[in-house]
């Protein structure tokens, strides 16, 4: 298979310069850290729980929190490219150009699930308890978020072409996403009402509900089909934009 | 059918290398016409130069011809393959690289080379051998190990060349690919160049130097404002203009200068410059005397006075009215 080999071909390459430079695979990780350590804590009095149960609630919403802006932003790495001339280069050859794309996001999965599993396990001190069952489910469910918002990032990146309009634009979009869905502090009011329309509003539900224990809780599922769906749509977008102009 | 294949073909196991464009048209923003119904043919196995000053066309005809734009109008033949029918068959044909260059900072000319064999389908044990062949035939070796970000602009250009050639194209379409290079670099880069072609490849480069065109290229095509302006070997095109050329350097009084000059039997025509007067006569030799007599008794100060030959940049003047080393120095 054609799409498979040269899909493998482009994460292999993109694998290896991030392990030439892991260290921003560490720096990717200091934002949720951050709010493990520094915000974590003022939860148990805010929300009147026993520490255990805040960081059960805290910790999969983080998680979420880190598939979104660990790959919202590998466009910014893409731009880099298309200024190098490496993806015109790569354009003239006939490598499949949903290969380009897939490639590249299977690379930015790969480094959030490394991540993912860094940050669950720097939890684990805090009373953070989950199945490996359930937490294998959650990281697909991040894997799947990671798959989508990396695709939105490169269409994007594809489009703009410049790191100045794609942050704030990035930026824009992705801070209401953020604050809807619950993930620093349980929604309530006109402001569920509004982030029941928000997907990762059901990511965070479905994480929580997993590392609660209760797979079989509806909004994992419905988190399933919803994310699953978004990034195949995300993904087609985004192959369509590498295949633009070159048939 | 092998057979007539193996017969027709220049280099056994190269597809026909000919380009034919018909009445290429590319249109930007709905209303600039940056190519404008181009029609030329290539021929195999020859070094043929786009000429002509920055948005002229060249560029754009290129990423056309290579996959990367598609025409609005008219159509083309690239290396056997119809370009808008099957541009897949086309880009295994043909190599392109860009005049910006195309290598990544973080990994060396080595890794480069085995990746971009790669995505052209070989396995990784041919495309070591690929890249290793690519190494020794662009005298890579003292540095193909090193990363690219420590290439000087010449290494780093042949670097690029070796990536469009890697899987042997029967076409290499070179986007200026020695703008920016020292002397040295740029000679060296003509003789990688003539080495593609003596291997059967057709190169097609687009430049904007004259000397380049006029040492380089089998083949020159003048191209101004997305027309196609004269097309022939540099010798042909030279020969059009009948005569010498004589500049005659002048501190001002360029218009004085060029209304007495025209009126002369002997001048074919002049041609205003900044701070110069060209002029086409017969025979140079000879109408330099007259000239000094002629300026000097209207009591016009001359700079200096300079007969030659006609070059590639009085065919752009007399194509287009302008100079192409004014139109180049003005971008």
Known sequence: MKLVRDTWLVFTRQMTLVLRNPVWLIVGLMQPVYFLLLFGPLLKNALRMSAEDAYRFFVPGLLVQLAMFGTLFVGFGLIAELRAGVIERMR??????????LGRSLRDMVTLLVQAILLTVLALPFGLT???????????????IALMLSAISYALALKLRSEDALAPLMNAVSMPVLLLSGILLPLSGWLRSVGDWNPFTYAVDASRALFAGDPGNSSVWKALVITTALAVAAATWAARSFARSVR | MTLTQQESAPNAGQPDGRIVVHELTKVFHGNIRAVDHLSFNVEPGSITGFLGPNGAGKTTTLRMLATLLSPDGGEATVAGVDLRRSPGEVRRRIGYVAQGGCTWDEVSAREE???????????KTEARTRAEQAVKAFQLDTFADRLCKTYSGGQRRRVDVALGVIHQPSVVFLDEPTTGLDPQSRVHMWDEVRRLRDEGMTVFITTHYLEEADALCDRIAIMDNGLLVAEGTSAELKREIAGDVVTVGLNGAIEKAVELLSDEPYVAKVEALDDSVRLYVDAGATAIPHILRTLDGAG???????LHRPSLDDVFLAKTGRSLRESAEGV
Do not use: F, K, M, N
Request: glycine residues 6%; charged residues 15%.
């Open chain 1, 92 to 101: 003239v050859t006939p490598v499949s150009r949903l290969s380009l794309l």
């Open chain 1, 130 to 144: 989950v199945r490996i069952g359930d937490l294998l489910l959650a990281l697909a469910l991040l894997a799947l």
């Open chain 2, 113 to 123: 080379l085995v990746y971009q064999a790669r995505l052209y389908g070989v396995d």
């Open chain 2, 300 to 306: 016009v100060t001359l700079g200096s006075i300079e």
